[in-house]
């Protein structure tokens, strides 16, 4: 039931737009800290929504029947990576300080369906072991600018704990990298 469910057109392009809206929403949440980033590191500062982009462009060619291999590989590795980052960051925030903001729950349940959803187009992706190669230097070296260059999201309760969120980072990096390839790579492997 589900399968047919995601490969429904009427569902693709319901899923397209909400992917859309929440693309945009995204950067419009991290519009106050763009405005302070250094123009080099403009494009790694909106992780989510960027990630969200990769997505919305692959809903866009399935769609139509068409596979970008490369954006697929962004998007599963990133989708996975941030979607499950965004939660965990702010469950941190609601331990640390014993309370959320209403947005914050409204951020883990979107953010949740991120990285499921990515997860759920992996027997559809047309990735190939470079195009995993390209989405892991991309999501390390993002890791790089946020947490070596000091562009992260700005969590103002969580700052005193960057040291230990960009080792998080990194191994939730490596993680969702590996299960990008286990999901793609290695079950197109069985099934042969």
Not at 133 to 147: E, F, G, K, R, S
Request: with cysteine.
């Amino acid at each position: 039931m589900i399968k047919y469910l995601l490969i429904d057109k009427r569902f693709l392009i319901l899923l397209f737009i909400i992917n859309l809206v929440g693309t945009i929403y995204g950067y419009m949440w991290y519009e106050p800290q763009l405005v302070d980033t250094p123009k080099e590191f403009l494009l790694f500062v909106p992780d989510s929504p960027t990630a969200s982009l990769f997505f919305t462009i692959f809903l866009l060619f399935f769609i139509f029947n068409k596979h970008v291999p490369y954006i697929e590989a962004l998007g599963m590795v990133t989708l996975f990576k941030y979607g499950v980052w965004a939660v965990v960051m702010n469950m941190l925030t609601l331990i640390i300080n014993g309370s959320l903001h209403p947005s914050g729950y409204m951020l883990m349940i979107s953010h949740g369906a991120m990285a499921i959803q990515g997860l759920l187009y992996a027997p559809y992706y047309k990735i190939k072991v470079h195009h995993i190669v390209v989405a892991a230097i991309w999501t390390l070296h993002n890791d790089v600018i946020d947490y070596v260059f000091g562009m992260m999201p700005r969590y103002s309760s969580l700052n005193e704990y960057m040291s230990e969120i960009g080792y998080f980072t990194f191994w939730l990096s490596i993680i969702s990298i590996f299960i990008t390839y286990q999901l793609t790579i290695c079950r197109k492997k069985k099934t042969l």
